[in-house]
């Protein structure tokens, strides 16, 4: 079977921290728990630095510092209405399957924000695939009925990584 998520290293980091296997269980963990197959879907994760990331977030969102990470949907799956459920995609074949979109995670970044919530990289990094991978999915934390559901569906899918409630 074919990766769910194609892995692009940009800072050599990522690459000894394992980042290909831990995106795939994440977004592998998120599709399931959607009672998605992670067969026909694609995903593109790149580990990159804070500079590129800064450099990302200034041309599609007007602003010009580091984040975490950064998604971009293939297309737009958000409900209509607040607090209700994507539509979830239907997936493609082995051989064209449906592209969900492309993540950006910042190295610097995502270890202060570890350091600072006491949290391990590796926890912090599934959280953060498994919270982008949502919003290719179409989920938002734009108001709270949203933010609440997206939250909800984080911890359950974490759980059963064996991470425990990041909020």
């Not at 769910?4 to 394992?18: Q, Y």
């Not at 296997?21 to 580990?47: H, K, N, Q, Y």
């Not at 607040?82 to 970044?109: N, Y």
């Amino acid at each position: 079977m074919e990766p769910l998520v194609d892995c692009v290293i940009e800072d050599p980091r990522w690459e000894g921290f394992g980042l290909a296997a831990r995106a795939e269980a994440s977004a592998v963990a998120t599709l399931s728990d959607l009672g998605l197959p992670a067969a026909g879907f694609m995903i593109c994760v790149m580990g990159c630095d804070d500079a590129r990331i800064a450099d990302l977030n200034g041309q599609f969102r007007d602003k010009g510092q580091p984040t975490n990470v950064l998604s971009w949907p293939s297309e737009d799956r958000g409900p209509e209405t607040p607090g209700q459920a994507p539509a979830l995609p239907v997936a493609g074949s082995a051989d064209d399957p449906e592209e969900l979109g492309d993540i950006a995670i910042a190295w610097e970044t995502c270890g202060r924000e570890a350091a600072e919530q006491g949290k391990t990289l590796e926890d912090h990094v599934s959280h953060l695939i498994v919270h982008a991978t949502l919003h290719l999915l179409g989920y938002d934390h734009q108001d709270d009925a949203d933010a609440a559901q997206m939250e909800a569906t984080e911890i359950r899918v974490l759980a059963k990584l064996g991470i425990g409630d990041p909020y």
